[in-house]
């Protein structure tokens, strides 16, 4: 069974500042992809940044990139020049192409500290 | 607009009154399923459905149904609902590529 791992539950950061939010996961699975969602306080679940996991070069959308080691089984979600607005929990998420596997972490709450 | 609606967005009950909530996605999406978020537990798949009349447990199953009776709507029923189903529901819709959310349903069982 595949398995998704946040192990801060919290984090904070100083406005304008780089984090970076840590995410491991367990499964045998060759081909499989990987997301980050932000959840704001108004609970909707956005999606921040995907990553297929053939692919060797890390996705970045803005501000927000990825570090995927994909032998080590890790995705790590890096923040720059953070921002008030980025203030949210943040959810790993693993995908199977094809059938219902969708399988979270239990999220990282980020503060973003003016 | 890709869209997953699901409704009601708030709801408060009363233990044992059946209740439904509703979603519908605009996708012709096959695969669709319900989660519940509980703080610390992260979002747990209830149920799925990988087309019309198909549907199966998923890690949480017990005290919910489903039906899948139309491509595009996938409720999701409590016959008789307990406090513990307090909680953050969220329906979701997916490609291969993607999961489309819902934006939320915070049920109340008092």
């Known amino acids: 069974a595949q398995t998704v791992t946040q192990s801060q539950p919290e984090m904070s950061v100083q406005e304008a500042e780089t984090v970076t939010l840590s995410c491991t996961y367990d499964?045998?699975?060759?081909?499989?992809?990987l997301f980050w969602y932000k959840q704001p306080p108004s609970r909707q679940m956005i999606l921040v940044i995907r990553q297929e996991a053939y692919k060797q070069q890390n996705a970045t959308e803005n501000r927000f990139s990825v570090n995927f080691q994909k032998a080590a089984k890790s995705f790590s979600l890096k923040i720059s020049d953070s921002q008030l607005g980025d203030t949210a929990m943040y959810f790993c998420?693993?995908?199977?192409?094809?059938?219902?596997?969708?399988?979270f972490g239990t999220g990282t709450s980020l503060t973003v500290i003016p | 607009e890709a869209q997953v609606t699901q409704n009601p967005r708030y709801l408060i009950t009363v233990t044992g009154k059946k209740l439904t909530v509703t979603c519908s996605q605009n996708?012709?999406?096959?695969?669709m399923s319900w989660y519940r978020q509980d703080p610390g537990l992260g979002l747990r798949q209830i149920y799925y459905s990988m087309n019309v009349e198909v549907t199966d447990k998923g890690d949480v199953p017990e005290g919910y149904k489903v039906s899948r009776k139309e491509k595009r709507n996938f409720p999701l029923i409590l016959e008789s609902p307990s406090p513990n189903q307090t909680s953050l529901y969220f329906c979701a819709s997916r490609s291969d590529t993607e999961a489309f959310f819902g934006q939320g349903t915070r049920l109340t069982v008092v």
């Open positions: 996708m012709n999406h096959e695969y």
């Open positions: 998420a693993f995908m199977k192409p094809v059938g219902n596997q969708f399988y």
């Open positions: 499964t045998s699975e060759s081909n499989y992809y």
